[in-house]
C-alpha cells in the first residue's frame, strides 16, 4: 500500500504544502491513523511515491524558462520526467493557473507535491518519510517499509561523466542517507537518460520512442536495479515499470527484455523481491489524460468495458 501518490489535501497546501515545516507532523499523524485501523492487514507499505518526483520536476521546469528567454525552438523534454506532465502546455497556462490557485488556496503559486521543489523542501519530504516509517515501526513491527523512487538509466557519452554524477545524486545519492534504514526501496523506471559535456542530450536520433515521449529501452530497469544495488542494503522491488504504446506487440517486447533483466539480477543474487507493471489498465495519465496506453487491460472510455490484452497473459505467465 503507498501512503502518498501526489495528491495532497487543499488544507495541506493552504498551510504551505510540501515546502511547510509543519507538513513533516501532519504527515506522520497521517501514517499513524492509516497503520492504526489497516496495519493488521499489511505486509509492505510505501510512504511516499517518487519522493524524488520535485527535483527532476524542478530541473525540466528550469530547462523550458532558458528556452523561453533564449526564444529558443523547444525541443520535446516531457520524456525527461517520469510521469505525465504536459510541460508546455503547463508553461502556456501559468496566468490561468495563478487565478485558479489563488481562489481556491489562497496563494498564487501552491506548493503541491509536483511542484518544482526547493532543498529544503526535498529536505522537507526525506523527513516526512522518515517520521512515518518510524511510527509505522511503532505500530507494527512487521510491516517492511520503504519508500519509491523515480529512476533514470544513466548513460554517457566521452565527457559526460561528470554530468551523469551529479544527475545521479540528484535522483538518488541525496535521497540514500534518509533510506538506509528503510526495509525496501521501490524502484520505478521507464527509460534511460544520456549525458554529454555540457549536460543531458536528447534522445538519440531514430530512436524508437513511446507515446511518452521516453526512448524505447527495457534494457533500462537492469542497469538501474544493479546500480541501486551496489548502494542500498535492503530489499529492492520494481514497483513501476512499463511501456505507453499503441501497439500490444510492442509491450510484450518490452515486458519480456525488462524481465529477463531482472532475471539476470536474481541469478547474480540481487535481492530482487518483485516486479509490478505499470499499469494493469489504460489509466489517466495526469495532464496527458487517457492518451496514453500504458494498461495491460484496454478501457473504453464510453462503455467502461475492460478487454484484456496479450500482454497481460504473456506477463501473467512468464517462465523466463
Known amino acids: ?72 525552438k523547444q525541443q520535446k523534454a516531457d520524456g525527461q520526467v517520469q510521469v505525465g506532465l504536459d510541460m508546455q502546455k503547463m508553461m502556456e497556462n501559468m496566468k490561468f493557473a495563478a487565478m485558479e490557485n489563488m481562489e481556491a488556496f489562497g496563494t498564487p503559486q501552491p506548493q503541491i507535491f509536483v511542484s518544482a521543489r526547493t532543498g529544503a523542501g526535498e529536505e522537507i519530504v526525506m523527513r516526512a518519510h522518515e517520521a512515518a516509517r518510524d511510527v509505522i515501526r511503532e505500530i507494527n513491527p512487521g510491516i517492511k517499509v520503504g519508500l519509491t523512487l523515480s529512476l533514470h538509466d544513466l548513460q554517457c557519452v566521452p565527457g559526460g561523466e561528470k554530468e551523469m554524477e551529479n544527475a545521479w545524486e540528484e ?99 540481487i535481492r530482487v523481491k518483485g516486479y509490478l507493471y505499470w499499469s494493469l489498465l489504460d489509466n489517466f495519465e495526469w495532464q496527458k489524460g487517457f492518451g496514453m496506453t500504458f494498461g495491460l487491460v484496454g478501457v473504453n472510455r464510453e462503455t467502461q468495458e475492460r478487454t484484456p490484452k496479450e500482454s497481460l497473459k504473456y506477463l501473467g505467465s512468464f517462465l523466463g
Open 1 to 72: 500500500m503507498t501512503l502518498h501518490h501526489f495528491s495532497s489535501p487543499a488544507w495541506l497546501i493552504r498551510k504551505g504544502g510540501w515546502e511547510a515545516e509543519s507538513t513533516v507532523e501532519d504527515f506522520r499523524r497521517y501514517a499513524k491513523t492509516v497503520i492504526g485501523r489497516l496495519g493488521g492487514e499489511l505486509k509492505y507499505v510505501c510512504t511516499i511515491n517518487e519522493a524524488n518526483m520535485g527535483v527532476q520536476i524542478a530541473a525540466v521546469m528550469k530547462k523550458y524558462r532558458m528556452a523561453a528567454e533564449q526564444e529558443a
Open 171 to 269: 535522483e538518488f545519492g541525496h535521497v540514500l542517507p534518509h533510506i538506509l534504514k528503510d526495509d525496501f526501496i521501490g524502484v520505478q523506471n521507464y527509460t534511460r537518460a544520456m549525458y554529454g559535456p555540457e549536460g543531458q542530450m536528447p534522445v538519440p536520433k531514430g530512436a524508437n520512442l513511446t507515446q511518452m515521449d521516453y526512448e524505447y529501452y527495457p534494457e533500462a530497469l537492469e542497469h538501474v536495479i544493479r546500480k541501486v544495488a551496489a548502494e542500498f542494503p535492503g530489499d529492492i522491488i520494481v514497483t513501476e515499470n512499463g511501456a505507453a504504446v499503441s501497439d500490444d506487440r510492442d509491450r510484450v517486447e518490452f515486458i519480456r527484455r525488462a524481465l529477463r533483466g531482472v532475471e539476470r539480477c536474481l541469478e547474480d543474487g
